[in-house]
């Protein structure tokens, strides 16, 4: 909690005779959000999505379906873009957040793991925040590719103190239905879950984490968070996809206070993803493969051999699979 005095203001809560009730300073109400944008790679979507940000007030808006190539951050419009796709000339999968002006202050470090999962640190208080937004495969998407995309999940979760608040948010492609499983899933799902729904489960009892939205009660018409294009009046197709939306923004208020970072320490994350090109993975590997050729370990004990080992990984890392930094005017 920040030291600030307490204040006493007008309120929805105000007694009759107009007398303000006494409001207690705390945590800031922050908007963090979510979409399933298609895509991000048009001319000009980007833009849109910022005008929407500043719109609805959000702070924290995750991107699925980015389709930016390769992987880094720009600055667009006073907002931080932070972006991990691949290589793919077709422009597929990709995730993203999107920040403000104030959350961008906060930024300790941001990881992206693969063109699927993107893991944001924010400083904060009285616990730090870690956003990892992300993008599953579809159903026409083998099981080996799932569980690819849950491997890369783990690396993200690996990654954070479980001190730390964590939300994972974003399109998993899975139903979790509306039968209620203690601590993970409550009782206001909707529709009957399938395998991918109960895989999702699994990680969530795996990492102790709660499917926030199957816990609130509302109204059937905003629980849908993806209609088929297929829908007609006499035929309605709809789900609760995920965790959040695979069409519409999805979003949600939470109390937590940034902390500006007093010293700006330069962290270079290292881009994986950057392994998806041929050319650049054998480099990787004769960069490798060649230190490891020159340092002799084989009468040093096992930690001083594991420490040359990972200095070599570290080192051929830093050299060819940092993440890039480009800044644009806007």
């Known amino acids: 909690m920040t030291g600030k005095a307490k204040v006493t203001a007008l309120s929805p809560r105000q007694t009759f005779d107009g007398q303000g009730v006494l409001r207690i300073s705390g945590p800031v109400m922050r908007r963090i959000a979510t979409w399933n944008a298609r895509s991000m790679f048009e001319a000009g979507k980007v833009h849109n999505a910022i005008k929407e940000m500043r719109r609805l007030n959000i702070e924290i808006l995750g991107i699925s379906e980015m389709r930016w190539p390769r992987s880094g951050q720009v600055q667009i419009e006073g907002h931080q873009v932070l972006y991990a796709g691949n290589d793919d000339r077709n422009h597929y999968n990709g995730v993203g957040i999107i920040v403000n002006e104030e959350v961008k202050g906060a930024i300790k470090a941001f990881a992206p793991i693969s063109d699927r999962v993107i893991l944001l640190q924010l400083n904060a208080h009285p616990f730090n925040v870690n956003i990892i937004q992300t993008y599953a495969p579809t159903c026409d998407h083998s099981d080996e590719e799932v569980e690819l995309f849950y491997m890369h999940l783990d690396s993200a979760m690996e990654l954070v103190n479980k001190s730390d608040v964590t939300i994972v948010m974003g399109d998993f492609n899975a139903k979790v239905g509306n039968r209620p499983r ?145 800044r644009t005017d806007g």
């Open 182 to 326: 203690e601590g993970i899933v409550g009782e206001y799902g909707l529709g009957v879950p399938n395998e991918r729904g109960d895989r999702l489960v699994q990680f969530c009892q795996e990492r102790e984490l709660v499917i926030t939205n199957t816990f609130f009660k509302l109204p059937s018409r905003r629980l849908y968070t993806w209609r088929s294009n297929a829908e007609t009046l006499d035929r309605i197709v709809r789900s609760q996809i995920d965790l959040n939306s695979d069409h519409n923004p999805v979003i949600v208020s939470v109390r937590i206070n940034l902390k500006k970072l007093k010293t700006k320490t330069k962290t270079r994350m290292i881009d994986t993803s950057k392994l998806n090109n041929e050319e650049l993975r054998t480099e990787v590997k004769e960069m490798l493969n060649e230190k490891l050729l020159n340092t002799s370990t084989r009468e040093e004990d096992i930690e001083t051999s594991w420490n040359v080992i990972k200095h070599a990984l570290v080192e051929t890392s830093k050299a060819k699979l940092k993440t890039e930094t480009r």
